[in-house]
């Protein structure tokens, strides 16, 4: 079975940071490009970053160029989103997804709310 479990969203003020965790079971973590999305109030799930499945190669919505960052851990089967410099439009439910090829996984989610 496979489970995709995200974790470390809450309540925080503006300008200030969140770690995003999302652990992975059921399938060869290794293998799979990791991507986080979100989606606000109202609006579309959109992709905030991508990360290959070496680690090697990571890319980045605009919204979120030079404040997020995502990073992985192979050995824990672990995917992360710093998130630094929040701002209440970050305010949204984040999504952690695993994709080799047509394979596509989805985590449960976790909020993040940013207040002003």
């Known amino acids: 079975q496979v489970q995709l479990v995200e974790s470390g969203g809450e309540l925080v003020q503006a300008g200030g940071s969140l770690r995003l965790s999302c652990v992975v079971s059921?399938?060869?973590?290794?293998?799979?490009?990791m991507k986080w999305y979100r989606q606000g109030p109202g609006k579309e799930r959109e992709l905030v970053a991508s990360?290959?499945?070496?680690?090697?190669?990571?890319n980045y919505a605009d919204a979120v160029k030079g404040r997020f960052t995502i990073s992985r851990d192979n050995a824990k089967n672990t995917v992360y989103l710093q998130m630094n410099s929040l701002k209440p439009e970050d305010s949204a439910v984040y999504y952690c997804?695993?994709?080799?090829?047509?394979?596509?996984?989805w985590g449960q989610g976790t909020r993040v709310t940013v207040s002003s």
């Open positions: 997804n695993a994709n080799w090829g047509p394979m596509n996984y």
């Open positions: 059921g399938i060869t973590f290794s293998w799979y490009a």
């Open positions: 990360i290959a499945s070496s680690g090697g190669s990571t």
